[in-house]
């Protein structure tokens, strides 16, 4: 392989631009052309293709988002469309393809593999729900951002009796609510592994009200669960608290991208443009027990979400 492409699809994440320039660099320093493909897979079909180089990633590995732009294509599911991305790697030579992005990005870097373009995917997404690796590549930012905001959330809700229910992200999975939960001393976590049960909910807080004698509560809850604002209003009206719903919603997903994402972006990305070196295609890129690894797609993606039970019977035992 001689010209390889790289691209940025599905939700953002901070750290994806220190993925762009590990690919960028080891793949320029290994003898290769490295071609940044702009808005995802919209943007391989219309062609809007350029060369990278090291102008191009010059100070962006502390940088949140994507330089290059990320989009979503539903049409990419349709052979004939992507048959026109392809046409248009071929006009420029690119062999094979870098794709940061979540399982559905995935699922178009294994369609175009199993065309002739050898793509892997590194897990660019802060939600954590890509159950082959132990991390994604923005969870550890996104999971900074959700702590100070709880924090903040907590000096004033103190403040007046409140209590303050936070939505955060995490596209039905529990790991953003969880470890913000436990790393901010929340009241109570509710993610879709634990269920939701409202009386229980209401019960709790009316304990730590009465009995505990607390001055404020926090309930940490994934988004798609429940209207948080709903849930505010029967707080207070079965609580002795003040109920106040606080909705995070895209400030999770920006911001300078934390050390840990930095690094997990650089090393993953290395992996990425050796294996593509090594001729491999239609595998994504995993850290599992603190080691770099990589699957095939398609295993990857019907693996088990691991059980959260040990981290929410932590959290149990912190109550
Ligand atoms: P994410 O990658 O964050 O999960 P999406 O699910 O929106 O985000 O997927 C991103 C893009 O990947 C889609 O807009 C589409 O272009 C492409 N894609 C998703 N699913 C498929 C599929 N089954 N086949 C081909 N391409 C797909």
């Known amino acids: 392989v001689r010209r390889i492409g790289i691209l940025t699809s599905g939700g953002d994440s901070p750290g994806m631009n220190a993925a762009i320039r590990a690919v960028t660099k080891v793949g320029l320093n290994s003898?290769?052309?490295?071609?940044?493909?702009?808005?995802?897979?919209?943007?391989?079909?219309?062609?809007?293709?350029?060369?990278?180089?090291?102008?191009?990633?010059?100070?962006?590995?502390?940088?949140?988002?994507?330089?290059?732009?990320?989009?979503?294509?539903?049409?990419?599911?349709?052979?004939?469309?992507?048959?026109?991305?392809?046409?248009?790697?071929?006009?420029?030579?690119?062999?094979?393809?870098?794709?940061?992005?979540?399982?559905?990005?995935?699922?178009?870097?294994?369609?175009?593999?199993?065309?002739?373009?050898?793509?892997?995917?590194?897990?660019?997404?802060?939600?954590?729900?890509?159950?082959?690796?132990?991390?994604?590549?923005?969870?550890?930012?996104?999971?900074?951002?959700?702590?100070?905001?709880?924090?903040?959330?907590?000096?004033?809700?103190?403040?007046?009796?409140?209590?303050?229910?936070?939505?955060?992200?995490?596209?039905?999975?529990?790991?953003?609510?969880?470890?913000?939960?436990i790393a901010s001393g929340a009241d109570m976590i509710v993610t879709s592994e634990t269920g939701f049960d409202e009386n229980d909910v209401l019960d709790r807080l009316r304990d730590l009200d009465i009995i505990r004698k607390k001055k404020h509560a926090i309930v940490v809850i994934s988004e798609k669960i429940t209207d948080v604002d709903q849930f505010a209003k029967k707080v207070t009206l079965n609580t002795g608290f003040s109920g106040r719903a606080t909705v995070l919603g895209h400030i999770q997903r920006g911001g300078s991208p934390c050390p840990y994402d930095r690094m997990l972006a650089s090393q993953m990305g290395e992996k990425a443009v050796d294996l593509l070196m090594q001729g491999i295609g239609g595998h994504c890129v995993c850290i599992r027990d603190n080691k770099i690894v990589s699957y095939p797609i398609e295993k990857a993606l019907s693996m088990p979400a691991e059980s959260r039970k040990p981290l929410q019977n932590l959290f149990e035992r912190l109550v």
């Open 31 to 181: 003898g290769l052309e490295v071609f940044g493909i702009y808005n995802g897979y919209k943007g391989m079909v219309e062609g809007y293709i350029e060369p990278m180089t090291r102008e191009t990633i010059r100070e962006i590995v502390n940088r949140g988002g994507t330089i290059l732009g990320s989009a979503r294509l539903p049409e990419f599911k349709d052979e004939e469309v992507r048959r026109k991305a392809i046409h248009q790697l071929g006009k420029r030579g690119i062999e094979a393809v870098v794709v940061i992005g979540g399982d559905g990005s995935y699922r178009g870097a294994l369609s175009l593999t199993e065309m002739g373009i050898n793509c892997i995917g590194l897990p660019g997404t802060i939600d954590n729900d890509i159950t082959c690796t132990d991390f994604t590549i923005g969870f550890h930012t996104a999971l900074e951002t959700v702590v100070d905001a709880i924090d903040k959330l907590r000096d004033t809700s103190n403040s007046h009796h409140r209590c303050s229910i936070v939505e955060v992200m995490g596209n039905r999975c529990g790991d953003l609510a969880l470890w913000s939960g």
